[in-house]
T-cell receptor
Framework: NAGVTQTPKFQVLKTGQSMTLQCAQDMNHEYMSWYRQDPGMGLRLIHY???????DQGEVPNGYNVSRSTTEDFPLRLLSAAPSQTSVYFC??????????????FGPGTRLLVL | AQSVAQPEDQVNVAEGNPLTVKCTYS??????LFWYVQYPNRGLQFLLK??????LVKGSYGFEAEFNKSQTSFHLKKPSALVSDSALYFCAVRAIKAAGNKLTFGGGTRVLVKP
């Protein structure tokens, strides 16, 4: 299994540009989430999904959109990039049931710089 | 609302000495508690979790953590630290009934193990 994969690894955007961060998992996990990591603030939840076609907002959803058309993929869209969105973005997935449902598996991250 | 506090930004320890990373939490009802580790330019790796049962939880790489309900703490410990344990450590909490396995993370503690 490749686990959780994210592309790109690094991206530079200009203010106002849009882009999509890709996330895919091959573990057939129902739950997927997007977090952003900023120094001293840990990881904060942006959006999450409990299954294909179902998404909900996390702690810091403004400026981001998500959709989940398949179990495997959970892209994160920046509609109009702002310098405040400079961060490292992590995608995570987990089972919805069973003995390992609580453990989240994280991707390697996407480092985003907005100028 | 759930929250996590990691009171130390950095912990310095000599190789071979005991290592402790502190974590306190706040959550409605019974918690699920986690420790993750992040090595430079990598995603988060799961170390251990407390779900129920024995308050002392053993995890990967010789780490363990003790759940203390009265003090709402979940400190991470290792009896003898290695230089390779130098990394960023995150404590996380989840309410049992949180939708989508949503996690709330602490700000992280950087551990530096000196030879």
């Amino acid at each position: 299994n490749a686990g959780v994969t994210q592309t790109p690894k690094f991206q530079v955007l200009k203010t106002g540009q849009s882009m999509t961060l890709q996330c895919a998992q091959d573990m057939n996990h129902e739950y997927m989430s997007w977090y952003r990591q900023d120094p001293g603030m840990g990881l904060r939840l942006i959006h999450y999904s409990v299954g294909a076609g179902i998404t909900d907002q996390g702690e810091v959803p403004n400026g981001y959109n998500v959709s989940r058309s398949t179990t495997e993929d959970f892209p994160l869209r920046l509609l109009s990039a702002a310098p405040s969105q400079t961060s490292v973005y992590f995608c995570a997935s987990s089972y919805s049931g069973g003995p390992h449902q609580e453990t989240q598996y994280f991707g390697p991250g996407t480092r985003l710089l907005v100028l | 609302a759930q929250s996590v506090a990691q009171p130390e930004d950095q912990v310095n320890v000599a190789e071979g000495n005991p290592l402790t990373v502190k974590c306190t939490y706040s959550v409605s009802g019974n918690p699920y508690l986690f420790w993750y580790v992040q090595y430079p330019n990598r995603g988060l790796q799961f170390l251990l979790k407390y779900i129920t049962g024995d308050n002392l939880v053993k995890g990967s790489y010789g780490f363990e953590a003790e759940f203390n309900k009265s003090q709402t703490s979940f400190h991470l410990k290792k009896p003898s630290a290695l230089v390779s344990d130098s990394a960023l450590y995150f404590c996380a909490v989840r309410a049992i009934k949180a939708a989508g396995n949503k996690l709330t993370f602490g700000g992280g503690t950087r551990v530096l193990v000196k030879p």
